[in-house]
Nanobody, 130 residues
Framework: QVQLVESGGGLVQAGGSLRLSCAAS????????MGWFRQAPGKEREFVAA??????????DYKDSVKGRFTISRDNAKNTLYLQMDSLKTEDTAVYYC?????????????????????WGQGTQVTVSS
C-alpha cells in the first residue's frame, strides 16, 4: 500500500514557476514508476510526465506541450517525487495529481494512460493567471 500526498500548488502569473512535491509512504517507493497527471475543469485527466526505472536504466516521458518547460524527478531517500514547472502558461491551470504504478512495461505509451497506475494522491491546484 502506498499513500501519496501532493503539495506545492498555488497561484502564479504566466511565465512563472512552481515546484510540486509528492510525498509517498511505504518502504517500496523506489520500485514504483511514478507519474504526474492533471485535470482541468470539464476535461478528462491527462498525462503530464512519468519517471520509470527498468533494467537498471531510468526513462523520462513528457506530454509534448510541457517538454522543455517541466522536469520530473524523484528522491528515493526522501520518498518524494517532484515536478518542476517553468514558463507556466494559462493552459497549465489544473489540479495536478501524482500516481504510482507497480507494473513494468517497455511500451512508450504505457505510462501515459491512467489505467496502469495503482495509487493516486488527492491533487493540488495550480492556477496560472495572465
Amino acid at each position: 500500500q502506498v499513500q501519496l500526498v501532493e503539495s506545492g500548488g498555488g497561484l502564479v502569473q504566466a511565465g512563472g514557476s512552481l515546484r510540486l512535491s509528492c510525498a509517498a509512504s511505504g518502504r517500496t517507493f523506489s520500485s514504483y514508476a511514478m507519474g504526474w497527471f492533471r485535470q482541468a475543469p470539464g476535461k478528462e485527466r491527462e498525462f503530464v510526465a512519468a519517471i520509470i526505472r527498468i533494467g537498471g536504466s531510468t526513462y523520462y516521458d513528457y506530454k509534448d506541450s510541457v517538454k522543455g518547460r517541466f522536469t520530473i524527478s524523484r528522491d528515493n531517500a526522501k520518498n518524494t517525487l517532484y515536478l518542476q514547472m517553468d514558463s507556466l502558461k494559462t493552459e497549465d491551470t489544473a489540479v495536478y495529481y501524482c500516481a504510482a504504478c507497480s507494473k513494468k512495461s517497455y511500451s512508450g505509451s504505457y505510462y501515459q494512460a491512467v489505467g496502469p497506475y495503482d495509487y493516486w494522491g488527492q491533487g493540488t491546484q495550480v492556477t496560472v493567471s495572465s
